[in-house]
């Protein structure tokens, strides 16, 4: 049977002493220094087998789930050689236990150049399964819009972390579909650079910010693709009846807009659903994915085991196509992949959740108006 590896971090406090313990005790009674020196010695810890995940197809796949016990924040401080050799680890380990593939989930595909580095290190292919994330970002905003009533063609839509590797993408995708497109980024030259691309492949208006508050107030879609580990939009900055698509991980914005704001569709953009969601059941991380959901690296991942495409389907930065997204799309649909339900980080959107919304949004826009006479 083919078998695949994935290799994840700890996304919250909750999830880290899921994942470092016995060990996350100490974290109490150790100086700060003494206690991360220990995290970076401790072994590859195997958080999850699957057996026999099942396809649409009829075929099945069995895999493992490694960790490194780093927490987002910490992959970024320690050294870049330290978080390396950790998830260097994990690849090594789901290798030797007979992985074809190998997924690079949330911050562990940003270190060394989306998976390039560690690609050199280890045999087995890698995937940071971007390319399915971007098409299931897509997908999500394509459905909120309907169901937000919103056009495409007149909207305007706003790209927190553009030049990134899906922001990119998205941005190219959805620059063909809409009015306007405003782009912000931390590099101003990468995105001045990435703006004049854009504008010759394109037919939306694009707009650079320095600011993403600045690039998100007049937006009628927010896409935030950014691997910052910290809240990059004010929900103040947004306005009624907008939708936002969260697909940073750890989210940086869903839980506080739908804590905030009763009428904006806010919801994890990246998510999958499985046809047969019981076979990739994660009790200790049940609080972090909506019912039946998985996270797109995970999905990508799978998706390739399934198709037997033992390759680097998604490596490096710019590599992600048009091309290379509906072929992903076609391999997922294949096995039963889809885009899961709306989930805002704690709850799953009901049809009546949305209709609140847009009523809530309506009257709010009414009276922003009334207010500017």
């Not at 292919?125 to 390319?131: A, I, K, R």
């Not at 709850?347 to 009546?352: E, L, P």
């Amino acid at each position: 049977m083919n078998k695949f590896g994935f290799v994840v971090h700890p996304i919250d406090a909750f999830t880290f002493k899921a994942c470092t313990k016995p060990w996350f005790l100490l974290e109490k009674i150790l100086p700060k220094e003494m206690f991360e020196n220990i995290l970076t010695k401790l072994p590859p810890k195997r958080f999850r087998i699957f057996k026999k995940v099942r396809s649409m197809s009829g075929k099945s796949i069995d895999g493992d789930m490694l960790t490194i016990s780093l927490l987002p924040s910490q992959i970024y401080s320690f050294p870049e050689e330290t978080v390396l050799r950790l998830i260097g680890e994990c690849i090594k380990y789901c290798e030797r236990s007979g992985a074809k593939i190998v997924g690079l989930g949330g911050f562990t595909s940003v270190i060394g150049n989306e998976g390039e580095a560690l690609s050199r290190r280890v045999k087995v292919p890698l995937t940071s399964g971007n390319t399915l994330t971007a098409a299931l970002a897509l997908q999500g905003i394509y459905k909120a819009a309907y169901a937000m009533e919103l056009s495409l063609p007149s909207a305007v839509v706003a790209v927190i972390g553009a030049t990134g590797d899906i922001g990119s993408i998205c941005t190219k995708i959805l620059s063909k579909r809409v009015k306007k497109v405003n782009i912000a980024a931390r590099n101003e030259e990468k995105l001045q650079e990435f703006a004049s691309r854009i504008r010759q492949e394109g037919s939306a208006e694009v707009r650079v910010f320095k600011y993403s508050k600045d690039a998100v107030r007049e937006a009628d879609i927010v896409l935030t693709v950014t691997s910052a580990i910290t809240t990059v939009v004010d929900p103040v900055s947004l306005k009624p009846g907008s939708i936002v698509c969260d697909v940073a991980m750890p989210a940086n914005i869903a839980r506080e807009v739908v804590q905030a704001r009763d009428d904006i569709l806010v919801f994890e953009g990246g998510l999958a659903k499985i046809p047969y969601p019981e076979d990739c059941k994660i009790e200790k991380l049940s609080t972090a994915f909506p019912p039946n959901g998985i996270y797109g690296c995970l999905a990508e991942t799978m998706t390739l085991a399934f198709e037997e495409r033992f390759e680097s389907f998604s490596l490096g930065r710019g590599n992600i196509t048009e091309s290379k997204i509906t072929e992903i799309e076609s391999m997922a649909k294949k096995h039963g992949i889809a885009l899961a339900d709306f989930f805002c980080g704690y709850k799953t959107y009901t049809k009546q959740d949305i209709e609140n919304i847009r009523k809530n949004a309506k009257k709010n826009k009414e009276v922003a108006y009334a207010a500017q006479k």
